[in-house]
């Protein structure tokens, strides 16, 4: 079993940068594909960034492409997600995600194991 806890939210203005964390327990991570998700309370949970396992290509929705870096610290066991120039329509709760193939689909349903969630809210 993997365990994945968020870490990283909160309340920033819009243009400021966040990063949030996500660190596993259970197993090492770094064989598996890594995605960031989010959700606004009424719609449906979406796919924001991912990676492959060790070395592999990453993902971006096109909302976030150049604003966005994904990346992981196998050492520490660690996937981020940094934001940049944020926009309040970045508002939402962040999930990590861990699957134990490649990334295929890129929806909530391919992935295995979730976190509870950070809360990132920006203002306008």
């Known amino acids: 079993q993997v365990q994945l806890v968020e870490s990283g939210g909160g309340l920033v203005q819009a243009g400021d940068s966040l990063r949030l964390s996500c660190a596993g327990s259970?197993?090492?991570?770094?064989?598996?594909?890594m995605g960031w998700f989010r959700q606004v309370p009424g719609k449906a949970r979406e796919f924001v960034a991912g990676?492959?396992?060790?070395?592999?290509?990453?993902f971006y929705v096109d909302s976030v492409k150049g604003r966005f870096a994904i990346s992981r610290d196998n050492a520490k066991n660690t996937l981020y997600l940094q934001m940049n120039s944020l926009r309040p329509e970045d508002t939402a709760v962040y999930y990590c995600?861990?699957?134990?193939?490649?990334?295929?689909?890129?929806?909530?349903?391919?992935?295995?194991?979730w976190g509870k969630g950070t809360l990132v809210t920006v203002s306008s």
């Open positions: 995600a861990a699957r134990g193939r490649v990334l295929t689909a890129l929806i909530p349903s391919d992935m295995d194991y």
């Open positions: 259970g197993r090492s991570l770094r064989p598996y594909a």
């Open positions: 990676m492959n396992g060790i070395g592999g290509s990453t």
